[in-house]
Protein backbone atom coordinates (compact mmCIF):
# COMPACT_ATOMS: atom_id res chain seq x y z
CA UNK A 1 0.00 0.00 0.00
CA UNK A 2 2.97 2.37 0.59
CA UNK A 3 4.19 1.78 -2.70
CA UNK A 4 1.13 2.49 -4.08
CA UNK A 5 0.65 5.47 -2.63
CA UNK A 6 3.66 6.71 -3.75
CA UNK A 7 2.85 5.85 -7.15
CA UNK A 8 -0.03 8.12 -6.85
CA UNK A 9 1.76 10.40 -4.93
CA UNK A 10 4.21 10.91 -7.74
CA UNK A 11 1.23 11.03 -10.22
CA UNK A 12 0.17 13.89 -8.74
CA UNK A 13 3.09 15.84 -9.90
CA UNK A 14 2.41 14.94 -13.86
CA UNK A 15 0.19 16.52 -16.20
CA UNK A 16 -2.61 14.50 -17.21
CA UNK A 17 -3.01 15.98 -20.68
CA UNK A 18 0.78 15.82 -21.79
CA UNK A 19 1.91 13.39 -19.28
CA UNK A 20 4.92 14.59 -18.50
CA UNK A 21 6.26 16.68 -14.71
CA UNK A 22 4.01 19.63 -14.25
CA UNK A 23 5.32 22.74 -15.76
CA UNK A 24 4.49 26.52 -14.53
CA UNK A 25 1.71 24.52 -12.78
CA UNK A 26 -2.02 26.11 -12.18
CA UNK A 27 -4.52 25.00 -9.91
CA UNK A 28 -8.24 24.91 -12.06
CA UNK A 29 -11.54 25.19 -9.62
CA UNK A 30 -11.92 21.53 -9.03
CA UNK A 31 -8.73 21.12 -7.42
CA UNK A 32 -7.02 19.08 -10.33
CA UNK A 33 -3.32 20.79 -11.78
CA UNK A 34 -2.30 20.89 -15.26
CA UNK A 35 0.63 22.62 -16.85
CA UNK A 36 -0.85 26.18 -18.07
CA UNK A 37 0.08 26.01 -21.80
CA UNK A 38 -1.51 22.43 -21.72
CA UNK A 39 -4.92 23.33 -20.32
CA UNK A 40 -5.05 26.65 -21.89
CA UNK A 41 -4.57 24.73 -25.52
CA UNK A 42 -7.26 22.62 -24.37
CA UNK A 43 -9.65 25.38 -23.58
CA UNK A 44 -8.52 27.12 -26.70
CA UNK A 45 -9.46 24.08 -28.88
CA UNK A 46 -12.67 23.37 -27.46
CA UNK A 47 -14.11 25.80 -29.56
CA UNK A 48 -17.81 26.97 -27.85
CA UNK A 49 -17.92 24.44 -25.38
CA UNK A 50 -17.79 25.42 -21.88
CA UNK A 51 -14.47 25.25 -20.41
CA UNK A 52 -14.14 22.01 -18.09
CA UNK A 53 -11.93 19.67 -16.47
CA UNK A 54 -10.40 16.75 -18.66
CA UNK A 55 -10.61 14.51 -15.64
CA UNK A 56 -13.88 15.18 -13.75
CA UNK A 57 -15.60 16.79 -16.56
CA UNK A 58 -16.75 19.87 -14.35
CA UNK A 59 -17.62 22.60 -16.09
CA UNK A 60 -16.71 26.96 -14.75
CA UNK A 61 -18.40 29.62 -15.80
CA UNK A 62 -16.69 31.99 -16.67
CA UNK A 63 -13.64 30.63 -17.93
CA UNK A 64 -11.46 30.83 -14.76
CA UNK A 65 -8.21 33.25 -14.49
CA UNK A 66 -5.29 30.83 -14.73
CA UNK A 67 -2.92 31.47 -11.89
CA UNK A 68 0.61 30.08 -11.68
CA UNK A 69 0.36 27.87 -8.12
CA UNK A 70 3.83 28.66 -6.85
CA UNK A 71 4.00 26.23 -3.96
CA UNK A 72 3.31 23.26 -6.15
CA UNK A 73 5.46 24.58 -8.38
CA UNK A 74 8.50 24.90 -5.69
CA UNK A 75 7.13 20.91 -4.30
CA UNK A 76 7.97 19.64 -8.35
CA UNK A 77 11.61 21.69 -8.35
CA UNK A 78 12.73 19.80 -5.44
CA UNK A 79 11.37 16.50 -6.33
CA UNK A 80 13.06 16.60 -9.32
CA UNK A 81 16.56 17.51 -7.72
CA UNK A 82 16.10 15.02 -4.87
CA UNK A 83 15.31 12.57 -7.96
CA UNK A 84 12.40 11.77 -6.10
CA UNK A 85 10.28 12.40 -8.86
CA UNK A 86 10.62 10.39 -12.35
CA UNK A 87 8.49 10.78 -15.74
CA UNK A 88 6.64 7.44 -16.02
CA UNK A 89 5.20 8.17 -19.63
CA UNK A 90 7.53 7.04 -21.93
CA UNK A 91 7.92 3.34 -19.75
CA UNK A 92 4.58 3.22 -17.74
CA UNK A 93 1.41 4.83 -19.45
CA UNK A 94 0.52 3.08 -22.71
CA UNK A 95 0.02 5.66 -25.63
CA UNK A 96 -1.87 5.46 -28.72
CA UNK A 97 1.02 2.98 -30.43
CA UNK A 98 1.19 0.83 -27.18
CA UNK A 99 -0.15 -2.36 -25.90
CA UNK A 100 -2.36 -1.45 -22.91
CA UNK A 101 -2.33 -3.81 -19.92
CA UNK A 102 -5.84 -5.34 -19.54
CA UNK A 103 -6.09 -5.37 -15.82
CA UNK A 104 -5.22 -1.91 -15.24
CA UNK A 105 -8.45 -0.06 -14.19
CA UNK A 106 -8.50 3.80 -15.14
CA UNK A 107 -5.46 5.15 -16.72
CA UNK A 108 -3.54 1.62 -18.35
CA UNK A 109 0.10 1.10 -17.93
CA UNK A 110 1.73 -0.38 -20.90
CA UNK A 111 1.96 -4.32 -21.81
CA UNK A 112 5.42 -5.70 -21.14
CA UNK A 113 3.88 -9.25 -22.36
CA UNK A 114 0.96 -11.05 -23.48
CA UNK A 115 0.04 -14.81 -22.66
CA UNK A 116 -1.16 -16.66 -25.63
CA UNK A 117 -2.82 -18.92 -23.41
CA UNK A 118 -5.14 -16.11 -21.20
CA UNK A 119 -5.39 -14.40 -24.89
CA UNK A 120 -4.41 -10.79 -22.15
CA UNK A 121 -1.96 -8.08 -21.80
CA UNK A 122 -0.38 -7.80 -18.98
CA UNK A 123 2.08 -4.90 -17.34
CA UNK A 124 4.19 -5.58 -15.12
CA UNK A 125 2.64 -5.58 -11.69
CA UNK A 126 -0.40 -7.44 -13.24
CA UNK A 127 2.11 -10.17 -14.80
CA UNK A 128 3.87 -10.84 -11.49
CA UNK A 129 1.07 -14.06 -11.09
CA UNK A 130 2.57 -15.90 -14.32
CA UNK A 131 5.97 -15.71 -12.17
CA UNK A 132 4.90 -16.95 -8.63
CA UNK A 133 1.49 -19.37 -9.31
CA UNK A 134 2.62 -22.53 -10.70
CA UNK A 135 0.04 -22.94 -13.52
CA UNK A 136 0.37 -19.54 -14.93
CA UNK A 137 3.98 -20.35 -15.15
CA UNK A 138 3.52 -22.98 -18.12
CA UNK A 139 1.75 -20.29 -19.95
CA UNK A 140 3.47 -19.15 -23.39
CA UNK A 141 4.19 -15.43 -22.86
CA UNK A 142 5.00 -13.16 -25.65
CA UNK A 143 6.00 -9.61 -26.44
CA UNK A 144 3.21 -7.36 -26.25
CA UNK A 145 0.40 -7.96 -29.28
CA UNK A 146 -2.74 -6.33 -30.19
CA UNK A 147 -3.48 -9.20 -32.12
CA UNK A 148 -4.40 -11.85 -29.39
CA UNK A 149 -7.74 -12.28 -30.88
CA UNK A 150 -6.93 -13.43 -33.97
CA UNK A 151 -5.61 -16.51 -32.22
CA UNK A 152 -9.54 -17.28 -31.70
CA UNK A 153 -11.04 -19.30 -34.10
CA UNK A 154 -13.88 -17.72 -35.00
CA UNK A 155 -16.02 -20.71 -35.76
CA UNK A 156 -15.50 -22.41 -32.16
CA UNK A 157 -14.27 -19.63 -30.06
CA UNK A 158 -11.28 -22.10 -29.01
CA UNK A 159 -7.52 -20.89 -28.72
CA UNK A 160 -6.21 -21.79 -32.36
CA UNK A 161 -3.42 -24.34 -31.42
CA UNK A 162 -3.36 -26.71 -34.15
CA UNK A 163 -2.23 -27.12 -37.75
CA UNK A 164 -4.07 -28.65 -40.20
CA UNK A 165 -1.53 -29.39 -42.98
CA UNK A 166 -4.41 -30.38 -45.65
CA UNK A 167 -5.56 -27.04 -46.07
CA UNK A 168 -2.14 -25.00 -44.36
CA UNK A 169 -3.90 -23.30 -41.96
CA UNK A 170 -4.12 -22.73 -37.73
CA UNK A 171 -7.37 -24.23 -36.10
CA UNK A 172 -8.60 -25.45 -32.78
CA UNK A 173 -8.99 -28.72 -31.05
CA UNK A 174 -12.97 -29.14 -32.09
CA UNK A 175 -12.67 -28.39 -36.02
CA UNK A 176 -10.99 -31.85 -36.62
CA UNK A 177 -14.45 -33.40 -35.72
CA UNK A 178 -16.34 -31.05 -38.31
CA UNK A 179 -14.52 -29.22 -40.85
CA UNK A 180 -11.47 -30.56 -40.69
CA UNK A 181 -12.39 -34.04 -40.08
CA UNK A 182 -9.71 -36.71 -41.64
CA UNK A 183 -7.58 -34.11 -42.28
CA UNK A 184 -3.52 -34.25 -41.49
CA UNK A 185 -3.77 -32.08 -38.42
CA UNK A 186 -0.50 -31.67 -35.48
CA UNK A 187 -0.04 -29.47 -33.01
CA UNK A 188 0.94 -25.53 -34.04
CA UNK A 189 4.43 -26.17 -31.44
CA UNK A 190 4.98 -29.41 -34.05
CA UNK A 191 4.43 -27.53 -37.16
CA UNK A 192 6.16 -24.58 -36.02
CA UNK A 193 9.38 -27.12 -35.15
CA UNK A 194 9.23 -28.50 -38.66
CA UNK A 195 9.10 -25.20 -40.23
CA UNK A 196 11.29 -23.47 -38.10
CA UNK A 197 14.01 -27.16 -39.11
CA UNK A 198 12.98 -25.88 -43.17
CA UNK A 199 13.27 -22.39 -42.00
CA UNK A 200 16.81 -22.95 -40.52
CA UNK A 201 18.13 -24.82 -43.88
CA UNK A 202 16.93 -21.46 -46.07
CA UNK A 203 18.65 -19.34 -43.70
CA UNK A 204 21.98 -21.61 -44.10
CA UNK A 205 21.52 -21.45 -47.78
CA UNK A 206 21.23 -17.70 -47.64
CA UNK A 207 23.99 -17.26 -45.28
CA UNK A 208 25.98 -18.79 -48.10
CA UNK A 209 24.12 -17.36 -50.59
CA UNK A 210 25.31 -13.44 -48.76
CA UNK A 211 29.15 -15.11 -48.33
CA UNK A 212 28.89 -16.01 -51.95
CA UNK A 213 28.16 -12.29 -53.08
CA UNK A 214 30.23 -10.70 -50.54
CA UNK A 215 32.87 -12.37 -52.39
CA UNK A 216 31.68 -11.62 -55.22
CA UNK A 217 30.64 -7.73 -54.50
CA UNK A 218 34.66 -7.94 -53.07
CA UNK A 219 35.87 -9.36 -56.52
CA UNK A 220 34.43 -6.98 -58.14
CA UNK A 221 35.60 -3.63 -56.24
CA UNK A 222 38.84 -5.33 -57.06
CA UNK A 223 37.62 -5.37 -60.22
CA UNK A 224 36.80 -1.98 -60.47
CA UNK A 225 40.39 -1.16 -58.47
CA UNK A 226 42.27 -2.91 -61.45
CA UNK A 227 40.58 -0.96 -64.32
CA UNK A 228 41.11 2.34 -63.06
CA UNK A 229 44.64 1.15 -62.39
CA UNK A 230 45.02 -0.06 -66.13
CA UNK A 231 42.74 2.71 -67.52
CA UNK A 232 45.27 4.92 -65.75
CA UNK A 233 48.08 3.39 -66.40
CA UNK A 234 46.85 3.14 -70.36
CA UNK A 235 45.89 6.80 -70.46
CA UNK A 236 49.21 7.70 -69.08
CA UNK A 237 51.19 5.53 -71.77
CA UNK A 238 49.29 6.13 -75.13
CA UNK A 239 49.80 9.59 -73.93
CA UNK A 240 53.62 9.38 -73.70
CA UNK A 241 53.19 6.82 -77.09
CA UNK A 242 51.25 9.65 -78.93
CA UNK A 243 53.88 12.38 -77.65
CA UNK A 244 56.82 10.77 -79.47
CA UNK A 245 54.84 10.27 -82.35
CA UNK A 246 53.88 14.53 -81.97
CA UNK A 247 57.55 14.95 -81.48
CA UNK A 248 58.82 12.77 -84.04
CA UNK A 249 56.38 14.20 -86.64
CA UNK A 250 57.59 17.28 -85.25
CA UNK A 251 61.41 16.54 -85.76
CA UNK A 252 60.88 15.05 -89.56
CA UNK A 253 58.91 18.79 -90.04
CA UNK A 254 61.90 20.65 -88.96
CA UNK A 255 64.37 18.44 -90.55
CA UNK A 256 62.26 18.42 -93.92
CA UNK A 257 62.42 22.52 -93.31
CA UNK A 258 65.93 22.86 -92.34
CA UNK A 259 66.55 20.60 -95.61
CA UNK A 260 64.68 23.43 -97.76
CA UNK A 261 65.95 26.37 -96.61
CA UNK A 262 69.73 25.10 -97.17
CA UNK A 263 68.99 23.87 -100.97
CA UNK A 264 66.73 26.76 -101.09
CA UNK A 265 69.73 28.92 -99.97
CA UNK A 266 72.74 26.96 -102.27
CA UNK A 267 70.16 27.17 -105.62
CA UNK A 268 69.49 30.71 -105.07
CA UNK A 269 73.62 31.33 -104.35
CA UNK A 270 73.87 29.36 -108.21
CA UNK A 271 71.61 31.93 -109.36
CA UNK A 272 72.90 34.68 -108.12
CA UNK A 273 76.32 34.19 -109.12
CA UNK A 274 75.24 33.17 -112.48
CA UNK A 275 73.50 35.95 -112.44
CA UNK A 276 76.39 38.37 -111.53
CA UNK A 277 78.34 36.90 -114.57
CA UNK A 278 75.96 37.73 -116.96
CA UNK A 279 75.68 41.14 -115.61
CA UNK A 280 79.02 41.39 -115.84
CA UNK A 281 79.08 40.15 -119.76
CA UNK A 282 76.16 42.95 -120.05
CA UNK A 283 78.77 45.38 -118.59
CA UNK A 284 81.42 44.13 -120.90
CA UNK A 285 78.86 43.87 -124.14
CA UNK A 286 77.83 47.75 -123.68
CA UNK A 287 81.55 48.50 -123.28
CA UNK A 288 82.71 47.17 -126.36
CA UNK A 289 79.43 48.54 -128.32
CA UNK A 290 80.24 52.31 -126.81
CA UNK A 291 83.91 51.79 -128.56
CA UNK A 292 82.48 50.33 -131.80
CA UNK A 293 79.69 53.31 -132.35
CA UNK A 294 82.50 56.09 -131.41
CA UNK A 295 85.16 54.37 -133.81
CA UNK A 296 82.46 53.72 -136.54
CA UNK A 297 81.82 57.64 -136.53
CA UNK A 298 85.20 58.17 -137.14
CA UNK A 299 85.91 60.37 -140.79
CA UNK A 300 89.02 59.75 -140.75
CA UNK A 301 90.28 56.26 -142.35
CA UNK A 302 93.73 56.05 -140.98
CA UNK A 303 92.78 56.33 -137.65
CA UNK A 304 89.74 53.81 -137.94
CA UNK A 305 92.07 51.20 -139.52
CA UNK A 306 94.82 52.35 -136.92
CA UNK A 307 92.49 52.38 -133.74
CA UNK A 308 90.43 48.83 -134.66
CA UNK A 309 92.95 46.12 -133.71
CA UNK A 310 92.59 48.10 -129.99
CA UNK A 311 88.95 47.16 -129.54
CA UNK A 312 88.82 45.32 -126.26
CA UNK A 313 88.49 41.31 -126.59
CA UNK A 314 85.38 39.95 -125.94
CA UNK A 315 85.21 37.88 -123.06
CA UNK A 316 84.24 34.39 -123.11
CA UNK A 317 80.23 34.27 -123.63
CA UNK A 318 77.62 32.41 -120.94
CA UNK A 319 75.19 31.52 -123.51
CA UNK A 320 71.84 32.12 -122.74
CA UNK A 321 70.27 28.76 -124.76
CA UNK A 322 72.96 26.59 -122.09
CA UNK A 323 70.66 27.92 -118.83
CA UNK A 324 67.34 25.67 -118.80
CA UNK A 325 64.56 27.42 -117.17
CA UNK A 326 62.23 24.72 -116.02
CA UNK A 327 58.40 24.95 -115.07
CA UNK A 328 57.84 26.84 -111.79
CA UNK A 329 58.19 23.80 -109.97
CA UNK A 330 60.89 24.05 -107.48
CA UNK A 331 59.96 22.51 -104.16
CA UNK A 332 56.41 21.30 -105.46
CA UNK A 333 57.60 17.55 -105.44
CA UNK A 334 58.84 17.80 -101.92
CA UNK A 335 54.56 19.01 -100.93
CA UNK A 336 53.48 15.72 -102.86
CA UNK A 337 56.08 13.69 -101.29
CA UNK A 338 54.91 14.99 -97.88
CA UNK A 339 51.46 14.53 -98.78
CA UNK A 340 52.02 11.12 -100.07
CA UNK A 341 53.35 10.32 -96.17
CA UNK A 342 50.55 12.19 -94.94
CA UNK A 343 48.05 10.01 -96.72
CA UNK A 344 50.06 6.94 -95.81
CA UNK A 345 49.70 7.70 -92.09
CA UNK A 346 45.95 8.56 -91.88
CA UNK A 347 45.60 5.09 -93.73
CA UNK A 348 47.64 3.51 -91.48
CA UNK A 349 45.63 5.28 -88.34
CA UNK A 350 42.40 4.89 -89.64
CA UNK A 351 43.10 1.11 -89.86
CA UNK A 352 44.68 0.73 -86.56
CA UNK A 353 42.39 3.51 -84.95
CA UNK A 354 39.40 0.85 -85.77
CA UNK A 355 41.47 -1.78 -83.83
CA UNK A 356 42.05 0.52 -80.66
CA UNK A 357 38.65 1.61 -81.09
CA UNK A 358 37.24 -2.16 -80.55
CA UNK A 359 40.14 -3.17 -78.17
CA UNK A 360 39.02 -0.48 -75.62
CA UNK A 361 34.60 -0.97 -76.09
CA UNK A 362 35.99 -4.49 -76.17
CA UNK A 363 36.72 -3.84 -71.84
CA UNK A 364 33.46 -5.90 -70.70
CA UNK A 365 33.94 -5.26 -67.12
CA UNK A 366 30.45 -7.60 -66.15
CA UNK A 367 30.70 -11.14 -64.89
CA UNK A 368 30.79 -13.36 -67.96
CA UNK A 369 27.30 -13.57 -70.28
CA UNK A 370 25.85 -16.88 -70.68
CA UNK A 371 25.85 -18.56 -74.22
CA UNK A 372 22.26 -17.46 -75.67
CA UNK A 373 19.72 -20.47 -75.25
CA UNK A 374 17.37 -19.34 -78.44
CA UNK A 375 17.84 -18.38 -81.71
CA UNK A 376 16.25 -14.97 -81.02
CA UNK A 377 18.96 -14.64 -77.99
CA UNK A 378 21.45 -15.41 -80.61
CA UNK A 379 20.42 -12.83 -83.17
CA UNK A 380 21.01 -10.12 -80.80
CA UNK A 381 24.58 -10.90 -81.40
CA UNK A 382 23.87 -10.94 -84.72
CA UNK A 383 26.78 -9.03 -86.75
CA UNK A 384 26.88 -8.55 -90.77
CA UNK A 385 29.73 -10.30 -92.67
CA UNK A 386 30.93 -8.76 -96.18
CA UNK A 387 34.32 -10.74 -97.49
CA UNK A 388 37.61 -9.08 -98.42
CA UNK A 389 38.28 -9.57 -102.55
CA UNK A 390 41.95 -8.56 -101.12
CA UNK A 391 41.90 -11.95 -99.65
CA UNK A 392 40.12 -14.11 -102.14
CA UNK A 393 41.53 -16.74 -103.54
CA UNK A 394 41.38 -16.45 -107.82
CA UNK A 395 39.03 -19.86 -107.96
CA UNK A 396 36.10 -18.07 -106.00
CA UNK A 397 33.69 -15.90 -107.70
CA UNK A 398 32.31 -12.84 -105.39
CA UNK A 399 28.73 -12.08 -105.91
CA UNK A 400 25.82 -10.55 -103.61
CA UNK A 401 27.60 -7.12 -102.31
CA UNK A 402 30.50 -9.86 -101.42
CA UNK A 403 28.74 -11.97 -99.14
CA UNK A 404 28.84 -14.96 -101.55
CA UNK A 405 31.31 -17.06 -103.00
CA UNK A 406 31.22 -19.58 -105.43
CA UNK A 407 34.07 -21.98 -106.66
CA UNK A 408 35.00 -21.82 -110.60
CA UNK A 409 36.72 -23.82 -112.86
CA UNK A 410 38.42 -21.11 -114.77
CA UNK A 411 40.47 -18.86 -112.83
CA UNK A 412 38.95 -15.28 -111.68
CA UNK A 413 41.13 -11.99 -112.67
CA UNK A 414 41.64 -10.36 -109.26
CA UNK A 415 45.07 -7.98 -109.34
CA UNK A 416 47.57 -9.55 -107.29
CA UNK A 417 47.67 -8.48 -102.99
CA UNK A 418 50.06 -9.77 -100.54
CA UNK A 419 46.72 -10.98 -98.68
CA UNK A 420 45.32 -13.15 -101.41
CA UNK A 421 45.13 -16.73 -100.66
CA UNK A 422 46.82 -18.82 -103.30
CA UNK A 423 46.75 -22.22 -102.75
CA UNK A 424 43.65 -23.23 -101.31
CA UNK A 425 39.96 -21.64 -102.28
CA UNK A 426 39.33 -19.33 -99.11
CA UNK A 427 38.42 -16.36 -98.54
CA UNK A 428 38.60 -13.88 -95.21
CA UNK A 429 36.06 -11.51 -94.26
CA UNK A 430 36.87 -7.52 -93.94
CA UNK A 431 35.43 -7.00 -90.38
CA UNK A 432 37.69 -8.59 -87.38
CA UNK A 433 35.37 -9.44 -84.50
CA UNK A 434 35.78 -8.76 -80.87
CA UNK A 435 33.51 -9.17 -78.41
CA UNK A 436 30.18 -10.97 -78.63
CA UNK A 437 29.03 -12.06 -81.84
CA UNK A 438 27.13 -14.64 -83.86
CA UNK A 439 26.72 -14.89 -87.98
CA UNK A 440 25.23 -18.06 -90.15
CA UNK A 441 26.41 -19.28 -93.14
CA UNK A 442 24.35 -21.28 -95.79
CA UNK A 443 26.03 -23.89 -97.96
CA UNK A 444 25.81 -25.39 -101.01
CA UNK A 445 28.56 -27.88 -101.64
CA UNK A 446 29.39 -30.78 -99.92
CA UNK A 447 32.68 -29.78 -99.16
CA UNK A 448 32.52 -26.22 -96.90
CA UNK A 449 35.21 -25.12 -93.94
CA UNK A 450 33.35 -22.53 -91.80
CA UNK A 451 36.16 -21.01 -89.61
CA UNK A 452 37.62 -18.15 -87.65
CA UNK A 453 41.09 -16.78 -88.31
CA UNK A 454 43.47 -14.51 -87.24
CA UNK A 455 44.72 -11.79 -89.55
CA UNK A 456 48.24 -12.97 -89.71
CA UNK A 457 47.38 -16.63 -91.34
CA UNK A 458 50.19 -17.27 -93.97
CA UNK A 459 48.19 -16.89 -97.38
CA UNK A 460 50.29 -18.41 -99.77
CA UNK A 461 52.51 -20.76 -97.67
CA UNK A 462 52.81 -24.69 -97.29
CA UNK A 463 49.65 -26.76 -96.99
CA UNK A 464 49.13 -26.46 -93.57
CA UNK A 465 50.20 -23.43 -93.09
CA UNK A 466 47.64 -21.37 -95.31
CA UNK A 467 44.54 -23.98 -94.70
CA UNK A 468 41.78 -22.88 -92.40
CA UNK A 469 42.23 -25.57 -89.09
CA UNK A 470 45.81 -26.92 -90.42
CA UNK A 471 47.39 -24.08 -88.10
CA UNK A 472 47.30 -22.55 -84.32
CA UNK A 473 46.00 -19.26 -86.41
CA UNK A 474 42.66 -20.56 -86.96
CA UNK A 475 39.59 -23.06 -86.40
CA UNK A 476 37.27 -24.50 -88.87
CA UNK A 477 34.30 -27.03 -88.69
CA UNK A 478 34.63 -29.00 -92.23
CA UNK A 479 30.89 -29.89 -93.55
CA UNK A 480 30.43 -32.44 -95.69
CA UNK A 481 26.71 -34.54 -96.72
CA UNK A 482 27.31 -37.48 -94.05
CA UNK A 483 29.49 -35.80 -91.25
CA UNK A 484 31.14 -32.95 -89.41
CA UNK A 485 34.66 -32.69 -88.80
CA UNK A 486 36.13 -29.98 -86.66
CA UNK A 487 39.93 -28.92 -87.20
CA UNK A 488 42.21 -27.19 -84.85
CA UNK A 489 46.48 -27.10 -85.33
CA UNK A 490 46.13 -29.92 -87.83
CA UNK A 491 44.06 -31.78 -84.58
CA UNK A 492 40.74 -33.53 -86.14
CA UNK A 493 37.63 -34.05 -83.73
CA UNK A 494 34.65 -36.07 -85.46
CA UNK A 495 31.49 -34.50 -85.01
CA UNK A 496 27.88 -35.94 -85.07
CA UNK A 497 25.14 -33.64 -85.29
CA UNK A 498 21.89 -33.49 -87.61
CA UNK A 499 22.60 -32.27 -91.15
CA UNK A 500 21.80 -28.39 -92.46
CA UNK A 501 22.88 -26.00 -95.08
CA UNK A 502 22.88 -23.64 -92.88
CA UNK A 503 25.73 -23.42 -89.91
CA UNK A 504 25.36 -20.56 -87.24
CA UNK A 505 28.45 -19.43 -85.40
CA UNK A 506 28.51 -17.76 -82.01
CA UNK A 507 31.87 -16.13 -80.58
CA UNK A 508 32.66 -14.34 -77.67
CA UNK A 509 35.91 -13.49 -77.72
CA UNK A 510 36.43 -12.05 -74.34
CA UNK A 511 35.43 -15.40 -72.71
CA UNK A 512 37.33 -17.09 -75.42
CA UNK A 513 34.49 -19.10 -76.66
CA UNK A 514 33.62 -20.21 -80.02
CA UNK A 515 30.60 -22.59 -80.49
CA UNK A 516 29.23 -23.87 -84.05
CA UNK A 517 25.51 -25.01 -84.46
CA UNK A 518 23.27 -26.62 -86.88
CA UNK A 519 20.55 -24.05 -87.63
CA UNK A 520 17.12 -25.88 -89.26
CA UNK A 521 14.06 -25.32 -87.58
CA UNK A 522 16.00 -25.34 -84.02
CA UNK A 523 19.62 -24.73 -83.22
CA UNK A 524 21.56 -28.17 -82.32
CA UNK A 525 25.02 -27.35 -80.90
CA UNK A 526 27.79 -29.30 -83.10
CA UNK A 527 31.05 -28.06 -81.42
CA UNK A 528 32.23 -25.63 -78.39
CA UNK A 529 35.52 -24.42 -78.11
CA UNK A 530 37.02 -23.06 -74.79
CA UNK A 531 40.19 -21.07 -75.49
CA UNK A 532 41.97 -17.86 -74.82
CA UNK A 533 42.22 -15.38 -78.44
CA UNK A 534 44.98 -13.00 -79.00
CA UNK A 535 44.30 -11.39 -81.71
CA UNK A 536 41.16 -10.11 -83.53
CA UNK A 537 39.66 -12.80 -85.18
CA UNK A 538 38.41 -12.74 -89.05
CA UNK A 539 35.40 -14.81 -89.85
CA UNK A 540 36.72 -17.13 -93.30
CA UNK A 541 35.04 -20.02 -95.31
CA UNK A 542 36.82 -22.21 -97.46
CA UNK A 543 34.67 -23.76 -100.95
CA UNK A 544 35.68 -27.70 -101.68
CA UNK A 545 36.89 -28.60 -105.91
CA UNK A 546 33.67 -28.55 -107.12
CA UNK A 547 32.21 -26.25 -109.86
CA UNK A 548 29.06 -24.08 -108.60
CA UNK A 549 29.85 -25.02 -105.22
CA UNK A 550 29.24 -22.08 -103.09
CA UNK A 551 28.97 -20.53 -99.44
CA UNK A 552 27.29 -17.60 -98.28
CA UNK A 553 26.93 -15.60 -95.03
CA UNK A 554 23.37 -14.85 -94.18
CA UNK A 555 21.72 -11.43 -93.90
CA UNK A 556 20.10 -12.02 -90.29
CA UNK A 557 17.41 -9.87 -89.22
Known amino acids: MA ?89 CYAGPEDVACDFCSGRKLKAIKSCLV ?17 PLKKH ?22 MFCRTDQKCICYLCPVDEHKGHDTVSAAAERTERQREMEVSRQQIQQEMQDREKDVKLLQQEVEAINQSADKTVEDSEEIFTELISLLQKRSSDVKQQIRSQQETEVSRVRELEEKLQQEITDLKRRDAEMKQLRHTEDHYQFLHNYPSLSPLSESTHSSSINIRPLRYFEDVTAAVSEVRDLLQDILRDTWTNISLTITDVDVLLPQPEPKSRAGFLKYSCGITLDPNTVNTRLLLSEENRKVTFMDQHQSYFSHPDRFTKRP ?132
Open 3 to 91: QKGAQLDQETFFCSICLEVLKDPVTIPCGQSYCMKCIKTYWDEGEKKLPSCPQCRETFIPRPALVKNNRLAAVVEKMKKTGLLTAPADH
Open 118 to 134: CLASYCEKHLQPHHDVA
Open 140 to 161: KLVDPSKNLQDNICPRHGEVMN
Open 426 to 557: QVLSRENLTGRHYWEVEKKADAVRVAVSYKNISRSGRWEESRFGFNDKSWSLHCSSDRYVFWYNNIQTSISGPQSSRIGVYLDHRAGVLSFYSVSGTMTLLHRVQTTFTQPLYAGVYVGFTDGASAEFCQLK
